[in-house]
Protein backbone atom coordinates (compact mmCIF):
# COMPACT_ATOMS: atom_id res chain seq x y z
CA UNK A 1 0.00 0.00 0.00
CA UNK A 2 2.07 2.95 -1.46
CA UNK A 3 -0.32 5.48 0.74
CA UNK A 4 0.31 4.28 3.96
CA UNK A 5 3.81 3.60 3.28
CA UNK A 6 4.44 7.41 2.09
CA UNK A 7 2.83 8.58 5.58
CA UNK A 8 0.41 10.49 3.69
CA UNK A 9 -1.23 13.24 6.44
CA UNK A 10 2.27 13.31 8.04
CA UNK A 11 4.33 15.32 6.07
CA UNK A 12 8.08 15.50 7.16
CA UNK A 13 8.16 12.24 8.39
CA UNK A 14 10.70 10.48 6.18
CA UNK A 15 10.02 6.73 5.16
CA UNK A 16 12.71 3.49 6.08
CA UNK A 17 14.85 2.30 4.08
CA UNK A 18 13.67 -0.72 2.43
CA UNK A 19 15.83 -3.51 0.90
CA UNK A 20 14.11 -6.45 -0.53
CA UNK A 21 17.20 -9.90 -1.31
CA UNK A 22 15.97 -12.93 -3.49
CA UNK A 23 12.56 -12.37 -3.82
CA UNK A 24 9.54 -13.48 -6.35
CA UNK A 25 7.56 -11.00 -7.70
CA UNK A 26 4.42 -12.27 -9.65
CA UNK A 27 2.43 -10.12 -12.49
CA UNK A 28 -0.79 -10.47 -13.78
CA UNK A 29 -2.42 -8.22 -16.67
CA UNK A 30 -6.41 -8.32 -16.68
CA UNK A 31 -7.09 -5.49 -18.80
CA UNK A 32 -8.08 -7.03 -21.86
CA UNK A 33 -11.29 -8.82 -21.35
CA UNK A 34 -11.32 -10.75 -24.87
CA UNK A 35 -8.02 -12.38 -24.23
CA UNK A 36 -6.49 -14.49 -21.22
CA UNK A 37 -4.05 -12.28 -18.91
CA UNK A 38 -0.82 -11.65 -19.51
CA UNK A 39 1.38 -13.38 -16.96
CA UNK A 40 5.02 -12.60 -16.02
CA UNK A 41 7.38 -13.49 -13.28
CA UNK A 42 10.21 -12.36 -11.92
CA UNK A 43 12.83 -14.04 -9.48
CA UNK A 44 16.15 -13.56 -7.56
CA UNK A 45 14.33 -9.64 -7.12
CA UNK A 46 16.86 -7.14 -5.69
CA UNK A 47 15.24 -3.82 -4.84
CA UNK A 48 15.69 -0.75 -2.76
CA UNK A 49 13.70 2.30 -1.62
CA UNK A 50 15.93 5.17 -0.38
CA UNK A 51 13.91 8.27 0.83
CA UNK A 52 16.72 11.02 0.27
CA UNK A 53 16.01 13.56 -0.14
CA UNK A 54 12.53 13.90 2.15
CA UNK A 55 10.03 14.33 -0.51
CA UNK A 56 11.89 11.62 -2.73
CA UNK A 57 12.10 8.14 -2.93
CA UNK A 58 14.85 6.51 -5.40
CA UNK A 59 13.35 3.46 -6.43
CA UNK A 60 16.71 0.49 -8.08
CA UNK A 61 16.47 -3.39 -8.47
CA UNK A 62 17.61 -5.81 -10.92
CA UNK A 63 15.93 -9.17 -11.42
CA UNK A 64 15.60 -12.19 -14.01
CA UNK A 65 12.41 -13.23 -16.22
CA UNK A 66 12.12 -16.41 -18.22
CA UNK A 67 10.59 -14.54 -21.15
CA UNK A 68 12.58 -11.43 -20.81
CA UNK A 69 16.09 -12.03 -19.55
CA UNK A 70 17.61 -9.79 -16.71
CA UNK A 71 15.57 -6.85 -15.84
CA UNK A 72 16.92 -3.63 -14.69
CA UNK A 73 14.66 -0.55 -13.17
CA UNK A 74 15.46 2.78 -11.51
CA UNK A 75 12.70 4.98 -10.70
CA UNK A 76 12.13 8.33 -8.95
CA UNK A 77 9.03 8.38 -6.55
CA UNK A 78 8.25 12.32 -5.21
CA UNK A 79 6.46 11.63 -2.75
CA UNK A 80 4.55 15.00 -2.24
CA UNK A 81 2.76 15.51 -5.40
CA UNK A 82 2.62 11.20 -5.51
CA UNK A 83 4.45 11.23 -9.34
CA UNK A 84 6.45 8.32 -10.13
CA UNK A 85 8.43 8.16 -13.08
CA UNK A 86 10.19 4.36 -13.81
CA UNK A 87 12.57 3.11 -16.40
CA UNK A 88 12.87 -0.52 -17.04
CA UNK A 89 15.66 -1.90 -18.90
CA UNK A 90 16.26 -5.84 -20.34
CA UNK A 91 19.39 -7.09 -20.98
CA UNK A 92 19.75 -10.48 -23.33
CA UNK A 93 16.06 -10.81 -23.95
CA UNK A 94 15.04 -13.80 -26.12
CA UNK A 95 12.83 -13.50 -29.55
CA UNK A 96 11.44 -17.23 -29.89
CA UNK A 97 8.26 -18.68 -30.10
CA UNK A 98 8.01 -18.67 -26.35
CA UNK A 99 8.17 -14.49 -26.19
CA UNK A 100 5.25 -14.03 -29.50
CA UNK A 101 2.93 -16.28 -27.66
CA UNK A 102 3.14 -14.17 -24.79
CA UNK A 103 2.92 -11.02 -25.95
CA UNK A 104 0.36 -11.87 -28.95
CA UNK A 105 -2.52 -10.50 -26.44
CA UNK A 106 -1.33 -6.97 -26.77
CA UNK A 107 -1.12 -6.80 -30.55
CA UNK A 108 -4.11 -4.94 -31.87
CA UNK A 109 -6.98 -7.35 -33.39
CA UNK A 110 -6.36 -6.23 -37.08
CA UNK A 111 -2.50 -8.40 -36.62
CA UNK A 112 -3.50 -11.18 -34.57
CA UNK A 113 -4.25 -13.56 -37.36
CA UNK A 114 -1.60 -12.23 -39.23
CA UNK A 115 0.93 -13.91 -36.53
CA UNK A 116 0.02 -17.07 -37.63
CA UNK A 117 2.99 -18.81 -38.83
CA UNK A 118 5.26 -16.80 -37.92
CA UNK A 119 8.59 -17.64 -36.69
CA UNK A 120 11.05 -15.69 -34.92
CA UNK A 121 14.56 -15.92 -33.30
CA UNK A 122 17.28 -13.50 -32.28
CA UNK A 123 18.05 -10.98 -29.10
CA UNK A 124 16.75 -7.97 -28.08
CA UNK A 125 17.13 -4.90 -25.66
CA UNK A 126 14.31 -3.25 -24.50
CA UNK A 127 13.99 0.46 -22.89
CA UNK A 128 10.68 1.69 -21.59
CA UNK A 129 9.75 4.67 -19.20
CA UNK A 130 6.96 4.71 -18.06
CA UNK A 131 5.51 8.01 -15.51
CA UNK A 132 2.32 8.33 -13.71
CA UNK A 133 1.40 11.85 -12.55
CA UNK A 134 -1.70 12.13 -11.21
CA UNK A 135 -2.39 15.94 -12.97
CA UNK A 136 -1.72 15.46 -15.80
CA UNK A 137 -4.35 15.24 -18.64
CA UNK A 138 -3.10 11.60 -19.39
CA UNK A 139 -1.70 10.40 -15.83
CA UNK A 140 -0.15 7.29 -17.41
CA UNK A 141 2.30 7.83 -19.95
CA UNK A 142 4.55 4.96 -22.03
CA UNK A 143 8.05 5.21 -24.35
CA UNK A 144 9.32 2.42 -25.43
CA UNK A 145 12.69 1.54 -27.51
CA UNK A 146 13.54 -1.80 -28.62
CA UNK A 147 17.06 -2.61 -30.42
CA UNK A 148 17.04 -6.19 -32.15
CA UNK A 149 20.06 -7.67 -33.13
CA UNK A 150 20.94 -11.08 -35.05
CA UNK A 151 17.42 -11.86 -35.68
CA UNK A 152 15.53 -14.22 -37.87
CA UNK A 153 12.30 -14.08 -39.07
CA UNK A 154 10.02 -16.62 -41.11
CA UNK A 155 6.34 -16.53 -42.20
CA UNK A 156 4.11 -17.98 -44.49
CA UNK A 157 3.82 -14.98 -46.79
CA UNK A 158 7.73 -14.35 -47.17
CA UNK A 159 9.35 -16.08 -50.51
CA UNK A 160 12.68 -16.56 -47.92
CA UNK A 161 13.56 -16.57 -44.18
CA UNK A 162 14.83 -12.35 -43.66
CA UNK A 163 18.55 -13.50 -41.95
CA UNK A 164 20.66 -10.88 -39.98
CA UNK A 165 18.14 -8.71 -39.15
CA UNK A 166 19.24 -5.35 -37.53
CA UNK A 167 17.13 -2.82 -35.89
CA UNK A 168 15.53 -0.21 -33.83
CA UNK A 169 11.88 0.26 -32.96
CA UNK A 170 10.22 3.05 -30.74
CA UNK A 171 7.01 3.51 -29.27
CA UNK A 172 5.73 7.04 -28.03
CA UNK A 173 2.32 6.11 -26.70
CA UNK A 174 0.76 6.63 -30.11
CA UNK A 175 2.89 5.76 -33.01
CA UNK A 176 5.17 2.90 -33.33
CA UNK A 177 8.48 3.82 -35.74
CA UNK A 178 10.87 2.06 -37.31
CA UNK A 179 13.85 4.08 -37.05
CA UNK A 180 16.16 1.83 -39.28
CA UNK A 181 15.98 -1.72 -40.00
CA UNK A 182 18.22 -4.08 -41.97
CA UNK A 183 17.74 -7.67 -43.28
CA UNK A 184 18.92 -10.28 -45.78
CA UNK A 185 17.40 -12.58 -47.55
CA UNK A 186 20.00 -14.89 -49.57
CA UNK A 187 21.93 -11.75 -51.35
CA UNK A 188 19.35 -9.64 -51.47
CA UNK A 189 19.85 -6.72 -48.92
CA UNK A 190 16.64 -4.65 -47.64
CA UNK A 191 16.43 -1.63 -45.95
CA UNK A 192 13.82 0.00 -44.31
CA UNK A 193 12.38 2.84 -42.30
CA UNK A 194 8.88 3.64 -41.32
CA UNK A 195 6.06 4.51 -38.86
CA UNK A 196 2.11 3.29 -37.88
CA UNK A 197 -0.34 4.72 -36.04
CA UNK A 198 -2.10 2.65 -33.46
CA UNK A 199 -4.61 1.15 -32.64
CA UNK A 200 -4.25 -0.32 -36.19
CA UNK A 201 -0.68 0.22 -37.57
CA UNK A 202 -1.28 -2.09 -40.80
CA UNK A 203 -4.23 0.33 -41.78
CA UNK A 204 -2.38 3.64 -40.88
CA UNK A 205 1.03 3.88 -42.01
CA UNK A 206 3.89 5.19 -44.14
CA UNK A 207 7.48 4.08 -44.91
CA UNK A 208 10.33 3.26 -47.22
CA UNK A 209 11.77 0.08 -48.49
CA UNK A 210 14.96 -0.37 -50.50
CA UNK A 211 16.05 -3.87 -51.95
CA UNK A 212 19.06 -4.33 -53.75
CA UNK A 213 20.12 -7.18 -55.83
CA UNK A 214 16.40 -8.69 -55.45
CA UNK A 215 16.01 -12.49 -57.89
CA UNK A 216 13.09 -11.98 -59.67
CA UNK A 217 11.66 -15.82 -59.72
CA UNK A 218 8.88 -17.51 -59.65
CA UNK A 219 9.12 -18.16 -56.16
CA UNK A 220 8.89 -14.02 -55.67
CA UNK A 221 5.87 -14.03 -57.59
CA UNK A 222 3.98 -16.46 -55.63
CA UNK A 223 4.53 -14.34 -53.03
CA UNK A 224 3.44 -10.98 -54.22
CA UNK A 225 -0.10 -9.44 -53.42
CA UNK A 226 -3.13 -10.82 -55.68
CA UNK A 227 -3.01 -7.06 -57.17
CA UNK A 228 0.75 -7.22 -58.34
CA UNK A 229 0.81 -10.67 -59.39
CA UNK A 230 -0.07 -8.78 -63.61
CA UNK A 231 2.97 -7.82 -63.22
CA UNK A 232 4.92 -10.99 -62.54
CA UNK A 233 3.10 -12.27 -65.80
CA UNK A 234 4.39 -8.66 -67.73
CA UNK A 235 7.77 -9.32 -66.66
CA UNK A 236 9.69 -11.51 -68.95
CA UNK A 237 13.55 -11.09 -68.84
CA UNK A 238 16.15 -11.57 -71.79
Known sequence: N???????????QPIP????HEATIQFEDHSRADA?????????ANLTLINDPLDMVTIDGAAQADLLGKVIVHGIWRRQENEIALSIKTLGTRLDAALLERVACF???SLCGKLSG????????????????????????????????????????????????????RFDGSDLRVESLRAEAG???????GVGRLPCPDQHFEGSLRVEH????ENLGAHLPEKLQPLMRLYQPR
Open 2 to 12: LQDLAAVGKPG
Open 17 to 20: TIVV
Open 36 to 44: APFKLELTH
Open 107 to 109: CPS
Open 118 to 169: LRLEGQAQVNVNVAFRPGAEAAWSLQAHCQVSKATVRHPALPMPLTNIEASL
Open 187 to 193: ATVLTAQ
Open 214 to 217: LEID
